[in-house]
């Protein structure tokens, strides 16, 4: 099998095993027992429907300004200064962002209650805001902690000859980052848009709320696939805004520039002070209430003897789609950077895919895999990790294509006139100079795989739960603090990769 063929026999089942559903479902809304019919689509303008996806824009449009304008600065703050414990702040406000967002929701509600007007508050449009708000603020603060890897030192240094780091700031490094903050707000706004298990635990009415309902409650398959269809088209608008940023060169990693410090000298302390001001508020206090409700030890045991079965599946589902999403991601990490086949397309395919809302995504899975002929597929775990791959592998894919294009060709070159062939190439020169990407993408793989919530519970099939599905159902009807145990041990099970992660990011050297 040559290098080539196997790169299309990866691009082929993954169009096959993921884009190919999507497409099928909404192809299949405009129709009805073989003819044109559109009837399906008035639903669309019914009073419900339109209100909820006004809601839905709204508040993805809120989360998305709030976050990406806090993250930006936090990201400038904690990768620019010379903040004492920038390493461990970082590593606390990425926590939310690795467990399922409805875990925050309920920490947020053993903090507020239900009742009184903060507990009114929460249960509606502005808590909603406010939890989606501290999941998704680590996203901004990545993205601009790694774009300042992407400014020339020169620039900076040029205009301190002259004034300032204020005046630096303003007039040099934030223009230079605003590709993250357009790449940042357009994440999280999608994100945002798609997410359903914090409005579902708060009692706000969402728009993927109204497909996810129709096809797991009222089992109205054609209504939730025509619902789907305006989420799809919202993935397409990120999806050509994401292109256009492409198009224009904003989204480029070429070399990686050593950030220089700002020393700070009696701003130091109060902006520490702030710092963990904001880590307290979004973060420590809603899961500390968790770990507060869960700390008899008899509760801990019965926890773990109900929920062992369901925290080995995580763990295994996690592994086998990380472990899937690294080796996808290697290959289509490849064919972008090579610019193999048709490799805008697949791009573009890539970024469409983690566009769509889970909820689209289950949905499209079910419909297409759900036949007596692929049931070999759809009734095991099989589909989720289609699930999986089909959402997750445009993170993995960016990473590895971003560490393969700053290996020098000179190397694969020089191994190829040595007689090396492509095999050859991917084992003793592509994979040994990426290993520390390839690390970082299984690790990501890993957390995406070990949280997600809304692609399992549509797809598992019966029996084999993961335990984030297991926490939704003891929500429904569970003692609260067994329910709180759960979750602690869902964010205990979440801080591992972290950990992992940070230890082999942190290190400049390697």
């Known amino acids: 099998m040559t290098w080539r063929l196997?790169?299309?026999?990866?691009?082929?089942?993954?169009?096959?095993?993921?884009?190919?559903?999507?497409?099928?479902?909404?192809?299949?809304?405009?129709?009805?027992?073989?003819n044109f019919d559109f009837s399906a689509y008035k639903v669309l303008f019914q009073d419900s429907s339109l209100t909820s996806f006004q809601n839905s824009l709204l508040l993805s449009l809120l989360v998305a300004a709030a976050s990406t304008f806090a993250g930006t600065v936090l990201g400038i703050v904690l990768g620019k200064t010379k903040l004492p414990g920038s390493y461990v702040l970082v590593m606390l406000l990425t926590l939310p962002?690795?467990?399922?967002?409805?875990?925050?929701?309920?920490?947020?509600?053993?903090?507020?209650?239900?009742?009184?007007?903060w507990g009114e508050l929460l249960f509606g449009f502005w808590g909603t805001s406010w939890v989606l708000f501290c999941t998704y603020l680590p996203i901004p603060m990545l993205l601009s902690m790694l774009f300042l890897t992407q400014i020339n030192p020169r620039f900076e240094e040029a205009a301190r000859l002259m004034t300032g780091w204020p005046q630096v700031l303003r007039y040099i490094t934030l223009p230079l980052l605003f590709p993250a903050v357009i790449l940042s707000f357009l994440l999280v706004f999608i994100l945002t848009f798609g997410e359903q298990s914090v409005a579902n635990f708060l009692r706000f009415d969402v728009f993927s709320l109204e497909s996810f309902t129709y096809f797991s409650a009222f089992y109205d398959f054609k209504t939730a696939t025509v619902?789907?269809?305006?989420?799809?088209?919202?993935?397409?608008?990120?999806?050509?805004?994401?292109?256009?940023?492409?198009?224009?060169?904003?989204?480029?990693?070429?070399?990686?520039?050593?950030?220089?410090?700002i020393n700070l000298e009696n701003t130091r302390i109060p902006l520490l002070i702030m710092i963990l001001l904001l880590i307290s508020l979004t973060v420590l206090l809603p899961l500390a209430h968790l770990f507060a409700e869960a700390t008899d030890i008899h509760l801990w045991a019965e926890a773990l003897t109900k929920a062992y079965q369901p925290i080995l599946r995580s763990y295994l589902y996690a592994t086998l789609?990380?472990?899937?999403?690294?080796?996808?991601?290697?290959?289509?990490?490849?064919?972008?950077?090579?610019r193999m086949f048709a490799h805008r397309f697949y791009d573009a395919v890539l970024i469409f895919m983690f566009s769509l809302p889970a909820t689209v995504t289950g949905i499209a899975l079910i419909l297409f895999w759900n036949t007596p002929y692929t049931n070999?597929?759809?009734?095991?775990?099989l589909i989720i990790?289609?699930?999986?791959?089909?959402?997750?592998?445009?993170?993995?894919?960016?990473?590895?294509?971003?560490?393969?294009?700053?290996?020098?060709?000179?190397?694969?070159?020089?191994?190829q006139l040595a007689g090396a062939n492509p095999f050859q190439v991917l084992r003793f020169i592509l994979a040994p100079l990426s290993k520390k990407a390839l690390l970082i993408a299984w690790v990501i793989g890993f957390i995406f795989s070990l949280r997600e919530t809304t692609m399992t519970m549509l797809l598992y099939p019966p029996g084999y739960d993961t335990l984030p599905i297991y926490i939704l159902t003891q929500m429904a009807n569970g003692e609260p603090g067994m329910i709180a145990a759960l979750s602690v041990i869902m964010i205990l099970m979440s801080l591992l990769p972290l950990l992992v992660l940070g230890y082999f990011t942190k290190d400049p050297h390697d």
């Open 6 to 34: 196997l790169i299309f026999l990866t691009v082929a089942f993954l169009f096959t095993a993921t884009l190919l559903p999507v497409l099928s479902m909404v192809f299949h809304t405009f129709f009805s027992h073989g």
């Open 97 to 117: 962002l690795l467990i399922p967002p409805y875990i925050l929701a309920l920490g947020w509600y053993e903090v507020l209650g239900r009742e009184g007007f």
């Open 227 to 261: 619902l789907a269809v305006p989420m799809v088209i919202v993935a397409l608008l990120v999806l050509a805004a994401e292109q256009f940023g492409r198009h224009k060169h904003l989204w480029r990693f070429d070399t990686a520039y050593s950030i220089e410090k």
């Open 321 to 338: 789609g990380a472990t899937a999403l690294m080796v996808f991601g290697f290959f289509s990490g490849y064919l972008l950077t090579e």
């Open 376 to 381: 070999f597929i759809y009734g095991t775990p």
């Open 385 to 415: 990790l289609f699930a999986y791959l089909g959402k997750y592998l445009a993170l993995t894919a960016k990473i590895t294509q971003n560490r393969l294009g700053q290996i020098p060709h000179s190397q694969v070159e020089a191994a």
